[in-house]
């Protein structure tokens, strides 16, 4: 499994960007970057995924290097509902699409 | 638009006592899995079902067995609770697709006394 490193915490202001950062320098060619968040001990939310591409959707921006051994998740406008702990997953490409967690970034939007 | 919904919500059981979690989907999806999410810590897989009719251990399957009643539901089963498992549980579910994501319910909290 590729392993990611993303750091602890960060912070932002309401209304700014928040980029949130991951390695993964030992990611495979054929596996996908994905990111999740998870508020407050809900259950996980899926956010973004991709490849090599950078990817956009109506919640984030996902900007892959081209190297591929780093990614940083873009929250174009955070506002206080996206503080949250933030996971970075290099899928495991095996039988089951098992998904591997860390212990995530905790993002405090700042009001 | 329910997506996976889990019970129960809460259950405190005491050492030894059985207990089965409930997960059901209702996307179609084929593919549906059980986590555990210690305080302070990511979650870890216990099992998953590829597709209906098959399941596989996870990262920490010891003390749990599971069923895949059917393609909506997929069971977890505690026979004898101890403390070291209480935590969070979640039921996840994905389609056939090894690039497509998960989708998450809200989680069973259980403590175990």
């Known amino acids: 499994d590729a392993k990611t490193t993303q750091p602890t915490s960060m912070d932002c202001a309401e209304g700014r960007a928040a980029n949130l950062p991951c390695n993964h320098s030992?990611?495979?060619?054929?596996?996908?970057v994905y990111w999740y968040r998870q508020i407050h001990s809900q259950g996980p939310q899926y956010i973004i995924h991709g490849l090599k591409n950078n990817e956009t959707n109506e919640m984030a921006s996902l900007i892959i290097t081209e190297d591929r051994k780093s990614s940083t998740l873009i929250l174009p406008h955070a506002t206080l509902r996206d503080t949250a702990v933030y996971y970075c997953i290099v899928r495991v490409r095996s039988s089951g699409d098992k998904l591997t967690f860390g212990t995530g970034t905790r993002l405090a939007v700042r009001p | 638009n329910a997506g996976v919904t889990q019970t129960p919500k809460f259950q405190v059981l005491k050492t030894g006592q059985s207990m089965t979690l409930q997960c059901a989907q209702d996307?179609?999806?084929?593919?549906m899995y059980w986590y555990r999410q210690d305080p302070g810590m990511g979650l870890r897989l216990i099992y998953y079902s590829a597709s209906e009719g098959t399941t596989d251990k996870g990262e920490v399957p010891n003390g749990y067995n599971v069923s895949r009643l059917n393609k909506r539901e997929f069971s977890l089963r505690l026979e004898s609770a101890a403390p070291s498992q209480t935590s969070v549980y979640f039921c996840?579910?994905?389609?056939?697709?090894?690039?497509?994501?998960?989708?998450f319910g809200d989680g069973t909290r259980l403590s175990i006394l």
């Open positions: 030992t990611i495979s060619g054929n596996e996908y």
């Open positions: 996840a579910s994905s389609p056939y697709s090894s690039n497509q994501p998960q989708h």
């Open positions: 996307m179609n999806h084929n593919s």
